[in-house]
Each structure stands twice: as C-alpha cells, then as structure tokens.
C-alpha cells in the first residue's frame, strides 16, 4: 500500500532505471520514440492507462525523447526527464508504487496507448532507499477490432480528400449497429443515428451496448425498441480528437464526414439517406461535435442531442473568459484555475496541472501534440504554428493568453456564430437543437451554455425553439442515456412522417 504520509513529509530516495527489450519484441521494437516512466501510486490500475491527474492517488509520469536506442541495449535512466510533478528520479518519496514502462514508436495515432506501441509489464516497487529498477519491455498494444456480433458491421474508407490534403494515406473509421429486423426486411430503409462519443471514443465502443445481457441490448433486440440504424464514429485524429470538422491543422474533417463516409455508410446499409432522416448525438466531447455539426451544416441533419457539450462559447471556456483574460493557470486575484470540480464545488483539478500532464505527454514537450483534450482544442479552433503545430492560445508553460490565437478562435465560437448568422440559419434550426447540462458540470461547463441559452431566448425572425434543460446538482453526463436519444429521434420522426420517405 501507499504510505499514508504526505509526499513532502516523507524521506526520499534516488531511483534509477535500467530498461531493456525483451527478445519477443526486438523484431517490433524502432530505434526512435518517446520513453514514458509511470510512478503510480495506484495500485488497482495499470499505470499506462491513467493519464489525467484526477485520482486522489497520482500517477507520476516522466518522459523523454530518445533516438538511434538500439534494441540489444538497455537504456539506462537517471534523471532529466520531464515530469509532471511534484518530485524527480532523484528523489522519489519512500512508498510501494506501480511502475511501468512505454516506448511511444507508432506515427499513425496521436495517443500514446496506440497500437504497436510496446510497454512493460506493471512492476509493484517499494522504495526504502536508493534503488536501481531493473525493467524490461515485453509487451505490444495490439490492433483496436471489433467483436463479432451478427447485428455490428465496421466500417473503414480512405478519405481521398484527407489523403490529398496530408499526402499520405487517411483513414476514415466507424462502427454500425443494425436494428433489430434489419435481415427480415431486406427492402426495408432506415433513418440513422451518428454518435459522437465523449473526448476520444473509439468506434469499438459499439459493442459495450450490444454485446449479449446488456440492458440496452436486452431492448435494443426487442419489439419495443425503435427501427433506427446507429452508427458510432471515431475520435482519433492527427491531434486527438478530430471532433469531426475542418480545421487548419486537422484538415478538412467535416468535408471529409458529410461527403465521403456518411454517403458510403449510407448506401452500404439500406439508410433512407435524406436530411429529415439523419442525426446527431453525444456526450462531453460529442455533444459539442454534435451540437456544432448540427449549426454548420443546419440543412444536413435534422437534430443533435447534446448532453453536457464542452464550451459552446468562448467568454466562458470553463473558467477563462478568452477574449479578456490574461492567463488560462491564474485568475485576475491570481488564484489557480480549476478545470474539474465535484459536485459540492470543490476542486478536483486545476488547469496548470491538467496541462503539465499533456505537456509531458507530447513529443514536443508541450500539449499541442499530446494527443489530450487541450491538444485536440487547440489543433482544431487555432491557426496552425511557425513550428507546424497548432498555434497555442496559452503559453504551455505559463499560461500566458495571446490575443490574436483569442480572435482566431472566434470562428469556432458557436453562441458568435449564431448571432452573426442567425437570420441565415435560425429556420432551418426549428425544432432541431436539444441539450442538456448539469447545473454542477464536473468541468464547469454550465456557465457556457447559460449564456447560449440566454443568447437563443432572445432570438427572433425566427424565435428559437431550442429546448435546453438545466438540472440542478448533476453532474458531468449523468443523464446521458442511447435509449432516451432514440426515443426521442423516434417520436420526432412520428409527428415529421414527411421526412420519412
């Protein structure tokens, strides 16, 4: 067990690491990565997998880019690697901690629990004095796949508009879940239902809802359940999460998504295919995706169901009001920023923390390649940098704001972009937006839309119909439910049977 004194009162020791590869992985293993040394004081999970600073029993995470390690070698490790805090190698407090290993080698995605990937095997440690940790790397992350099921099909395309604007090959992925009397109804066409998940779900999250004995699949397989086909998109892009639109770092991801694979999936599963027919969900991350999608390509879809979306302005990103605000760590009394809160309003994380862990997490030292939240933020609603990164709007470091990224980010300000275009879009949003936000968001997200809310009720010419609903002492997604998102798609289409042709 953790020792129950805190970190700063204990005595501390110098550990070193000596980090070889196992002969298994030698063939796999490439000569060129980032090396992550995980010091977790949690003994229940595996370290690799804990990457936000949220449990009260902290993963310490250290890392450093190494090149030309040759695998027949070990690596020996000392000191100078980055940290998220508070203590380095050289003086780790006493404790028993689980220790791991990763070799970050894959180029193909942005996180690094990506596939071929190779890490070690979790090593409990306890450390009483000075000690060399002797670790070898054993193991691969292996391919993301589906499990069968006779109602789940994947989906995956080469985007011909992402490969050209990367100029290399950009895959597009997916996963569908047929309704029940899909295969007894062969002429039958269907309505769809995209979802988006929370920040960075994968497509094979599918199969949490229909593997056998699940609540949802017991009536998503029964008479009762609406004939809708789902599909689940996926969250991985070159920065994190693509969120599923254009950017100049990402590139064009919404063209990519309404032209290329919304057609295939589409057409290869029998949808009815026209705008009163198609719709949007999510959770988190996904609520604003969908929320956005929905403004963006008003036309297009014919309903977004938004739980919990991440800031949907920018006067109120989380705690930062962007466009007046001086630092994103430290507010005008220079307290810190918290970027997650309980449901009592007491701190859970705060901002310079949450980042630091992101800053260590990417290659180049700082979030903007992390792969994290902030990473996927900034990759999508900022210019891209002098370096070839996405252009930060704080400083990594010292959370300073540069204004001019601020104005930038106003493009992707869904309260400014309604109000600038309103009159344009606001008729074909009737009766097409629909959210709902805990009044206790855990990442403070409330604030943000109160003030769309506010902006829409005000609205004429038309006068918004939005429905928002605001609950008091809930929490980040609690109500979020698939089933209530497709009874609510159901009973919309029932009183639109125009739409349904």
Request: with cysteine; hydrophobic share 35%; net charge negative.
């Amino acid at each position: 067990m953790v020792c129950s004194v805190g970190l700063n009162a204990q005595p501390t020791h110098k550990v070193s690491f000596r980090i070889t590869i196992s002969d298994s992985m030698q063939e796999k293993f490439r000569t060129d990565g980032r090396l992550f040394i995980f010091i977790s004081e949690n003994p229940y999970a595996e370290p690799r997998d804990q990457l936000w600073p949220i449990s009260q029993k902290k993963n310490h995470i250290f890392a450093g880019n190494f090149s030309d390690w040759k695998p027949d070698r070990p690596l020996e490790i000392e000191a100078g690697l980055m940290k998220t805090g508070p203590f380095d190698l050289v003086n780790v407090p006493e404790g028993t901690f689980a220790m791991q290993v990763l070799w970050d080698q894959d180029k193909e995605e942005s996180r690094i629990n990506a596939a071929g990937n190779l890490h070690s095997q979790v090593l409990p440690v306890n450390i009483t004095e000075d000690r060399i940790i002797e670790i070898r790397i054993d193991s691969e992350i292996p391919p993301r796949k589906l499990a069968d099921h006779e109602f789940v099909r994947p989906v995956e395309i080469q985007s011909d508009t992402l490969s050209a604007w990367w100029n290399r090959p950009v895959k597009l992925k997916a996963s569908v879940l047929l309704p029940g009397d899909y295969f007894d109804h062969p002429e039958k066409r269907y309505p769809v239902r995209y979802n988006i998940a929370g920040y960075g779900g994968r497509y094979d999250r599918v199969y949490r809802l229909a593997r056998k004995n699940s609540n949802f699949s017991s009536w998503w397989f029964s008479e009762e359940a609406p004939r809708i086909i789902n599909v689940f998109l996926d969250g991985e892009g070159p920065f994190g999460d693509p969120y599923q639109l254009d950017s100049e770092n990402n590139g064009p991801y919404g063209y990519a998504l309404i032209h290329e694979l919304i057609p295939h999936i589409e057409n290869s599963f029998r949808a009815i295919g026209t705008p009163g027919t198609r719709f949007v969900d999510g959770c988190s991350t996904g609520g604003w995706v969908s929320l956005a999608l929905q403004i963006f390509y008003p036309d297009f879809f014919n309903g977004a169901f938004a739980y919990s979306p991440d800031a949907v302005e920018f006067e109120n990103y989380q705690t930062i009001n962007i466009y007046k605000d001086q630092n994103a760590f430290y507010n005008e009394w220079g307290n810190p920023r918290p970027v997650a809160r309980d449901l009592t309003g007491d701190p859970m994380i705060m901002m310079k923390e949450f980042v630091q862990y992101e800053n260590v997490q990417g290659s180049s030292s700082t979030y903007l390649n992390s792969g994290g939240q902030m990473c996927a933020h900034t990759a999508l609603y900022s210019p891209k940098g002098k370096n070839g990164l996405p252009a930060p709007l704080f400083d990594p470091h010292t959370g300073e704001i540069d204004r001019d990224i601020a104005e930038h980010w106003k493009k992707y300000d869904l309260k400014i972009h309604l109000q600038e275009n309103w009159s344009e879009i606001g008729p074909s949003l009737q009766g097409k937006i629909w959210i709902w936000m805990g009044d206790m968001d855990h990442f403070i997200l409330n604030p943000a839309t109160r003030a769309l809310d506010e902006f829409l009720k005000h609205t004429t010419d038309p006068r918004s119909d939005a429905k928002i609903i605001f609950e008091p002492m809930q929490g980040h997604c609690s109500k979020f439910s698939h089933r209530q998102i497709l009874e609510m798609i159901a009973e919309k289409l029932k009183y639109e049977p125009n739409k349904v042709q």
